[in-house]
């Protein structure tokens, strides 16, 4: 099974940006969807993107205008672009295919002044 190691993240005031990444170990040229996740502190791990094969993508409303996930198949990576970031958007990053295969440890995302 493909293993997904996620890097970009750190510290970031609000309104900043970071771009997250998701390299995965293996081809993710057949996997339909590939998504990012996050998990807040105390929280439950809640899905915000997905990307389709040919790049297509959907987002949950809580991060809609703000992210912008894509994929490379020819480097099998997910990216992800946080811009016009906000203190809830604080959280563990984590990115996956769909349906869910092994997590990796995910990446910190923490916005604050």
């Known amino acids: 099974q493909v293993q997904l190691v996620e890097s970009g993240g750190g510290l970031v005031q609000p309104g900043g940006s970071l771009k997250l990444s998701c390299a995965a170990s293996?081809?993710?040229?057949?996997?339909?969807?590939m998504a990012w996740y996050r998990q807040a502190p105390g929280k439950q791990r809640e899905w915000i993107a997905r990307?389709?094969?040919?790049?297509?993508?959907l987002y949950a409303d809580s991060v809609k205008g703000r992210f912008t996930i894509s994929r490379d198949n020819a480097k099998n990576t997910i990216y992800l672009q946080m811009n016009r970031l906000k203190p809830e958007d604080t959280a563990v990053y984590y990115c996956?295919?769909?349906?869910?295969?092994?997590w990796g440890q995910g990446t910190q995302v923490t916005v604050s002044s």
């Open positions: 996956n295919r769909i349906p869910s295969g092994n």
């Open positions: 293996g081809s993710i040229l057949s996997i339909n969807y």
């Open positions: 990307v389709d094969r040919g790049g297509g993508p």
